[in-house]
């Protein structure tokens, strides 16, 4: 009996075997500095952050969900506010927004998955302050209509890019739109930390100011307590270790971007949808996401295959149970819900074997011929 190649949906072993080296050498530098915290592997990560996206500040905390939250607070967001949401999203996004205390608008979704900006405009009222603009799976949307939209109804706009770290369309990158930008890195993401972590990006210095008073317990540059704060801070070591790792963002990007493409030729003629691709980094490919009305189906197969799968998101956020405590919106066509009852998301770390590839393809066509 032949063996079942099983193919993991991550590959942080193979990373380390890959970079573990380098990544050892600057936990050690580190703590042979004596500055766990606030080292200066730190400010050296943030100036990187801001260069690649092109902005002037960059202000890293302790999680993607932290830098969300921290930049609709610096931007003056609270209670009283409403925000526009797109309703697909990690429920991060939606915390960020509630511990403001603003009141979430949740939107339904266009069928790439972003936030209908027709179906927005009919929800701005008088309370209707920001808008929170999700880049789902590594794909970067146009920037200008919802910078436009923005403009029009005098909101503070703030992207949530956790997903899209790298990517970039007509010229502009993922961390560039509205007030402020946000990544994260979490164990997930195309930079993973060895933990947690994110990053607020802006060309605003007095946001860029807030955001730090934030993560660091309220603290003004003269030592004074000059607001409530958090301790929300990233370590000297988790900072080293993603330096290291931004260094291989090309390198990492151009292999997942192969993946992707073997996938989409793989699948040709099968029913189901599956991501755009467009220019290099357009998509970045956080995840490669497939849809088909056969989900479940499909994805019982794959696990029988030995691929491991996962749903990336099986909810739409506004019918979070939590939320029946919380006030909120919606104004929905459904689009967002069909959206959370299709996907699936493939293995697509940069580590995988082509081996691995060819079984990914193989089963997957297999899995959606017979969910027809």
């Given at each position: 009996m032949s063996r079942l190649l099983r193919v993991p949906f991550t590959g942080a072993?193979?990373?380390?075997?890959?970079?573990?080296?380098?990544?050892?050498?600057?936990?050690?530098?580190?703590?042979?500095?004596?500055?766990?915290?606030?080292?200066?592997?730190?400010p050296l990560l943030e100036q990187s952050l801001a260069d690649l996206a092109g902005r002037s500040y960059a202000r890293v905390v302790n999680s993607g969900t932290d830098a969300v939250y921290f930049a609709l607070a610096a931007a003056g967001i609270g209670e009283g506010d409403e925000v526009l949401v797109g309703d697909i999203s990690f429920v991060a996004t939606l915390?960020?927004?509630?511990?403001?205390?603003?009141?979430?608008?949740?939107?339904?979704?266009?069928?790439?998955?972003?936030?209908?900006?027709?179906?927005?405009?009919?929800?701005?009222?008088?309370?209707?302050?920001?808008?929170?603009?999700v880049q789902l799976y590594g794909r970067m949307a146009a920037p200008g209509p919802v910078e436009e939209f923005a403009r029009a109804h005098g909101l503070v706009l703030v992207e949530d890019a956790a997903q899209s770290l790298g990517a970039e369309v007509s010229g502009r990158r993922s961390g560039t739109v509205g007030v402020a930008s946000c990544h994260s890195f979490d164990a997930m993401k195309v930079i993973p930390a060895p933990g947690t972590g994110g990053v607020v990006l802006t060309d605003d210095p007095a946001l860029a100011e807030s955001v730090e008073q934030l993560r660091w317990w309220g603290f003004s540059h003269g030592g004074a307590v000059v607001r409530l704060g958090h301790n929300s801070q990233m370590s000297s070591l988790t900072a080293a270790v993603l330096a290291v790792k931004l260094e291989q963002e090309e390198r990492w990007l151009k292999q997942r971007r192969a993946t992707a493409s073997?996938?989409?030729?793989?699948?040709?003629?099968?029913?189901?949808?599956?991501?755009?691709?467009?220019?290099?980094?357009?998509?970045?490919?956080?995840?490669?996401?497939?849809?088909?009305?056969?989900?479940?189906?499909?994805?019982?197969?794959?696990?029988?295959?030995?691929?491991?799968t996962l749903v990336h998101y099986p909810y739409v956020l506004?019918?979070?149970?939590?939320?029946?405590?919380?006030?909120?919106?919606?104004?929905?066509?459904?689009?967002?819900k069909r959206h959370a009852g299709e996907v699936i998301s493939l293995p697509i770390h940069p580590y995988l074997t082509d081996e691995e590839i060819d079984h990914v393809v193989t089963s997957t066509r297999e899995a959606l011929a017979a969910a027809d």
């Amino acid at each position: 009996m032949s063996r079942l190649l099983r193919v993991p949906f991550t590959g942080a072993d193979r990373e380390f075997d890959d970079i573990g080296r380098e990544m050892m050498a600057a936990i050690e530098k580190v703590f042979r500095s004596g500055q766990v915290m606030n080292g200066e592997s730190v400010p050296l990560l943030e100036q990187s952050l801001a260069d690649l996206a092109g902005r002037s500040y960059a202000r890293v905390v302790n999680s993607g969900t932290d830098a969300v939250y921290f930049a609709l607070a610096a931007a003056g967001i609270g209670e009283g506010d409403e925000v526009l949401v797109g309703d697909i999203s990690f429920v991060a996004t939606l915390h960020a927004i509630v511990r403001t205390g603003a009141t979430p608008v949740f939107i339904d979704v266009t069928d790439d998955g972003t936030i209908d900006l027709d179906l927005a405009a009919e929800a701005v009222g008088p309370l209707t302050k920001a808008l929170v603009m999700v880049q789902l799976y590594g794909r970067m949307a146009a920037p200008g209509p919802v910078e436009e939209f923005a403009r029009a109804h005098g909101l503070v706009l703030v992207e949530d890019a956790a997903q899209s770290l790298g990517a970039e369309v007509s010229g502009r990158r993922s961390g560039t739109v509205g007030v402020a930008s946000c990544h994260s890195f979490d164990a997930m993401k195309v930079i993973p930390a060895p933990g947690t972590g994110g990053v607020v990006l802006t060309d605003d210095p007095a946001l860029a100011e807030s955001v730090e008073q934030l993560r660091w317990w309220g603290f003004s540059h003269g030592g004074a307590v000059v607001r409530l704060g958090h301790n929300s801070q990233m370590s000297s070591l988790t900072a080293a270790v993603l330096a290291v790792k931004l260094e291989q963002e090309e390198r990492w990007l151009k292999q997942r971007r192969a993946t992707a493409s073997t996938y989409t030729a793989g699948f040709g003629g099968s029913r189901c949808i599956l991501p755009e691709h467009g220019c290099f980094r357009e998509n970045v490919f956080h995840k490669y996401v497939l849809r088909t009305p056969r989900r479940d189906a499909v994805a019982a197969a794959l696990k029988a295959a030995g691929v491991e799968t996962l749903v990336h998101y099986p909810y739409v956020l506004h019918e979070l149970p939590f939320l029946e405590r919380h006030p909120h919106r919606v104004l929905t066509r459904g689009r967002a819900k069909r959206h959370a009852g299709e996907v699936i998301s493939l293995p697509i770390h940069p580590y995988l074997t082509d081996e691995e590839i060819d079984h990914v393809v193989t089963s997957t066509r297999e899995a959606l011929a017979a969910a027809d």
